[in-house]
Nanobody, 122 residues
Framework: QVQLVESGGGLVQTGGSLRLSCAAS????????MAWFRRAPGKERELVAA????????HYKDSVRGRFAISRENTKSTVDLEMNDLKPEDTAVYYC???????????????WGQGTLVTVKA
């Protein structure tokens, strides 16, 4: 099992930027596909972005494509989410997640961080 710790959340104005980071430990990081999920108040958890074990493949939720960028550094066991042009509807708790096995688009991840709150002020 890999342990995940997120950081970088906070309060930002509409149109602003934030960079979330997730540090992994306790596993072979390069063996995990990584993702960022979010849960907005009163809503279901949703997949925001994902990156394959090698970093060569990525996936984005339609509403964030072009504004968010996921990246990973296997030598440092980290995965980041760069968020630009933030909107109030991006307000949510953001979670880092990991899953082993082949790369495919799915919300079935089995390792989770504790989450970090992002609040976008209108």
């Amino acid at each position: 099992q890999v342990q995940l710790v997120e950081s970088g959340g906070g309060l930002v104005q509409t149109g602003g930027s934030l960079r979330l980071s997730c540090a992994a430990s306790g596993g072979i990081f390069s063996g995990y596909n990584m993702a960022w999920f979010r849960r907005a108040p009163g809503k279901e958890r949703e997949l925001v972005a994902a990156v394959s074990r090698s970093g060569l493949s990525t996936h984005y939720k339609d509403s964030v494509r072009g504004r968010f960028a996921i990246s990973r550094e296997n030598t440092k066991s980290t995965v980041d989410l760069e968020m630009n042009d933030l909107k109030p509807e991006d307000t949510a708790v953001y979670y880092c997640a990991a899953k082993s096995g082949p790369w495919y688009i799915s919300e079935e991840y089995d390792n989770w961080g504790q989450g970090t709150l992002v609040t976008v002020k209108a």
